[in-house]
C-alpha cells in the first residue's frame, strides 16, 4: 500500500468516526489540557487507526480528538510523531494530510522548545514568524503527491500573517506576553550544543526544537493556513549552566501550557473571519 492509499484510508475510518472540520489543533510536550475545554467531546486512540504511526515520547498520549471550542468546531491531535524516533518523514506529516481530506483550513501548531535568544526568558510563548530547517530533511521529497499540492510549494508565508496579527491582538487583550520570532529545526534526539545554538541564532533563530517545521511544509503544500506557538521551556544550551532533561520541559510545558490554552480559545471566537 502506497502513501496515498494509506492516507485515504486511515482519512475515511477517521471521518466516519469523528466527522469533519475546518480548525485542527496539535498539542506539544505537556501540552495537553486544552482537551478539558471540548464541548461535545468524541476520540478515538491513534493505534485505532489503520497504518497510522504512533509515538513513542513521554507527554504524547496519542490520541485524535473532535469537538467544540466557542462554538467552533475543532480536532485536537495529541501525540505528532518525530523523525528522531526512527519514523520515515512521510509518516511524521501523515496526519496533516489526512487533515486536509477532513476539510481542514487551519492549523495551530504548538511545541515545546528551547530559547535561544538571551534577551527572552524560559517561560516565555513565542508565536513563529519563519522557520530555518537545519535537519536535512524535508517531507516532499520523492515522488509528489499531486492531490494534496504543488511540486514547488512557496513558503514565503508559512506562518499566516492574519493568524499571527489575530494571535498579538488576543494575547494584549487578556495580559499575555507574546514573543514572535523564528524556530530553528534540529533532527534531535540529543539537546543541540552550545555551538549549534550560537550557530542557529547567528542565523536568525530565537528557538530551537525538534518538530513542527516538516508539518508546517506539509501543510503549506496542502494549502492550509498555519499558526505555530514555541513555549519557551529552557534557555537553550551555553544560556544555562544547568544541564537539560525531558523531565523540566514536560514540567515548564505544563505551566506555559495554561497560557497558550487561554491565548488558542479566544482566538477562536474570531477565528473564523480569518480563513483562506
Known sequence: MNTEERILRASDMLKGHLGEADT???????????????????????????GYPVSTVPGHSGKWWKGTIQ???????????????????????????????????RLILTNAAGCANADWNAG??????????????????GPNLDCFGPRFPDMTE?????LRALAQETAKE?????REGVYA??????????????????????????????????????GMDVLAFSCLTNMAAGLN????????????AVQAGNRIQT???HMLKTLSQYGP
Open 24 to 50: 485542527a489543533i496539535v498539542l506539544g510536550s505537556g501540552l495537553g489540557e486544552i482537551t478539558s475545554s471540548l464541548e461535545n467531546a468524541v476520540s478515538i486512540q491513534c493505534t485505532d487507526v489503520p
Open 71 to 105: 462554538g467552533h468546531g475543532v480536532f485536537i491531535i495529541q501525540g505528532r510523531v518525530h523523525a528522531y524516533e526512527g519514523i520515515p518523514i512521510q509518516d511524521v506529516v501523515m496526519y496533516v494530510r489526512i487533515l486536509k481530506c477532513l476539510g481542514v483550513k
Open 185 to 222: 529545526w534540529f533532527l534531535g534526539p540529543t539537546y543541540e550544543t552550545p555551538a549549534e545554538v550560537r550557530m542557529a541564532r547567528v542565523l536568525g533563530a530565537d528557538a530551537v526544537g525538534m518538530s513542527t517545521v516538516p508539518e508546517v511544509i506539509a501543510a503549506r503544500h496542502s
Open 174 to 178: 487578556q495580559g499575555i506576553l507574546l
Open 241 to 252: 549552566k544547568q544541564p537539560l532533561t525531558h523531565s523540566e520541559v514536560l514540567e515548564a
Open 263 to 265: 491565548l488558542i480559545i
Open 158 to 162: 508559512a506562518y499566516s500573517r492574519d
Open 124 to 141: 516565555d510563548i513565542m508565536v513563529i514568524s519563519d522557520h530555518i530547517n537545519l535537519s536535512g530533511l524535508n517531507p516532499l521529497v
